[in-house]
């Protein structure tokens, strides 16, 4: 199962900057317009000075330049797991059709005190 599911995820090993996993993420977004949701695998945050993803980051695929998904939709979720797969980050529409996003506040319980970052 594992060998297959990764087959149509974005792999994130050897990324060096924040803006480099956006647009590895985006460059899969584009190439693969079939896919409902966006799964990276393989990022480590000591490669680029140990600063973790946020959602806001994952965020920015879709503002860039709006080609990413079809103008009028709204964008795809995203869910990116650290290389070590005990860590990942979700973007904002990820954690809405969760129904761990909350207008105006943060996500009850979780990580770093409730935080979703």
Do not use: F
Request: net charge neutral; proline share 5%; aromatic share 6%.
């Amino acid at each position: 199962y594992m060998l297959g599911a990764t087959a149509a995820q974005v792999h994130l090993g050897g990324c060096r900057s924040i803006a480099e996993l956006v647009e590895r993420v985006r460059a899969h977004a584009i190439a693969h317009p079939e896919l409902a949701v966006i799964v990276g695998i393989g990022w480590d945050q000591t490669d680029w000075g140990g600063r973790l993803p946020t959602r806001h980051d994952l965020d920015e695929i879709w503002r860039a330049d709006g080609t990413t998904d079809t103008p009028g939709t709204p964008p795809r979720p995203v869910w990116l797991w650290r290389n070590c797969w005990h860590i990942g980050v979700a973007s904002s529409a990820a954690l809405g059709e969760a129904g761990l996003l909350l207008l105006g506040g943060g996500a009850k319980g979780g990580a770093k005190g409730g935080a979703v970052g």
